[in-house]
């Protein structure tokens, strides 16, 4: 049964965000939306296209006007709101390789628009985070580089480009994930930077971000021993009260990273974490990646409320995390009044994404006998997956060797995975152009074997990064600085000379 629409239960629905599955809204949603449920999270399993997304938000409106709806697009290799196809924006790396606030303003901008028009009221993004060690599983081309000032500035102009566009941004994850091997869905990492090194790496773009207005951030579920010995982030009222409330000065929502990701919920349980990380001074509960259920839903609520019964978490934190989503929700209302008009996009192209894309490519050339461009005719794509990053998903699709197969009759391709790489990974290119694609090459040994094999049997192959670009091998290298679809149209201009 649920709980009252008043009282404690309606406090503990209000501070929840929980996700679901299916294009519409089920009845359990709904119902609770009518109970004091104050936020729901859209993911990629909700998504078909624009105009479905914005009759989804209407339903969930239509039962409560001012419900929070936030979706995790960093219109970049995470996107949910283009899954199907990728991103028709590039990636945070992308931007900060071109280095130009101004474009990177007016990309968010330009997303704020269209979440906005869809009834998307918060925005998982930014990612804030300095990808300092070059072998992050998680983080990588989400980040806008490894240099602090330039994530900074980068970071802030993000947050003030999607909220002109009438959309809350929510920085992550806080107070940085950028200097980890360990991936927090997996399990815990520690962040092992003194004091001094979090003040001018870590701490600087979520300083920006604050600075910029930002209205929401999120957690990360990291340990920062310079920072709290014993507890994670989410969890740690040091971290965040006296850190982000007391010396950041943020005043706006402070949202978790998902609840069930093992980080946390391994050690304390789903309701543990939840409750632990509200009396630590979080305000959300982002739930419902991996638990997409009313019964989880009400487990955390009935969670809460007993642990305002017992105790354990003060009424009045509960109270006070509950008006700040409802200020944020009054924040939402009135940018979703004002915001500009829907982006006309004549096939669903992206004009300004495509020019960010463009401006990020970067082509190396080895030697005086590199292969040239334009190729000379239909290729072979070898393309390399590597392990599927859970924060990406598995069902965004990426590659050159379609794109370039629609603009070249004639072109073949074939990707391999670690378990299934040949001896020659060439064969089957004779006569043609080779393009081998690679994602994050230096964090693969495998991969690396790979592309040796095949440059040893055709050095005249051209190499294309989708990822970090820390391993630069072949003739000719050209970077993407990301894996979107529009960061693949890019490069396929430039190999084609069609751009």
Known sequence: ?????????????????????????PPWVCRWLGEGLGAVVLFARNVVDPDQVA???????????????????????????????G??????????????????????????????????????????????????????????????????????????GLQAGGVAACAKHFPGHGDTRVDSHHDLPAILADRDRLDAVELAPFRA??????????????????????????????????????ELGFQGVVVTDAIEMRAVAGRYGLAGAAVRALAAGADAICVGGEHADEATARHLRDAIVAAVAAGELPEERLAEAAKRVGQLAAWSTAARSARPGPTDRPGGENPVGLVAA?????????????????????????????????????????????????LVPGTTGVRFAEADVPADPAAG???????????????????????????????????????????????LHLATHGATRVASRAAVELLTGAG
């Open 1 to 25: 049964m649920s709980a009252p629409a008043n009282g404690l239960g309606a406090l503990a629905a209000a501070v929840l965000q929980p996700g679901f599955v299916g294009t519409t809204p």
């Open 55 to 85: 009759a989804l938000t209407a339903t969930l409106r239509a039962e409560r006007p001012e419900v929070l709806v936030a979706i995790d697009e960093e219109a970049g290799d995470v996107t949910r709101f283009e899954s199907a196809r």
């Open 87 to 160: 991103s028709s924006r590039p990636g945070n790396l992308a931007l900060g390789v071109v280095d130009d606030p101004a474009l990177t303003e007016e990309v968010a901008h330009d997303l704020g628009i269209e979440l906005a028009a869809a009834g998307i009221t918060l925005n998982f993004a930014p990612d804030a985070d300095v990808n300092s060690n070059p072998d992050n599983p998680v983080i990588g081309v989400r980040a806008f580089g490894a240099d602090a000032d330039l994530a900074a500035r980068h970071t802030a102009a993000w947050v003030r």
């Open 209 to 246: 971000a604050v600075a910029a207005g930002v209205q929401a951030v999120m957690t990360g579920h990291l340990l920062v021993p310079a920072l709290d010995r014993d507890l994670p982030a989410t969890l740690s009222p040091r971290i965040l009260g006296t850190l982000l409330r007391d």
């Open 358 to 406: 463009r401006r990020a490519i970067r082509l190396t050339v080895d030697r005086s006998d590199a292969p040239p461009l334009p190729l000379s005719g239909p290729a072979h794509v070898v393309e390399f997956e590597p392990p599927r990053n859970i924060a990406i998903g598995p069902e965004t699709p990426w590659g050159l060797a379609a794109p370039l197969a629609d």
């Open 429 to 475: 290119s004779a006569g043609r152009p080779l393009v081998l694609v690679v994602r994050d090459l230096h964090r693969h040994g495998w991969m690396r074997a790979a592309v040796e094999r095949a440059l040893a049997a055709r050095p005249d192959a051209v190499v294309v990064e989708l990822g970090v670009p820390a391993l630069v091998v072949g003739r």
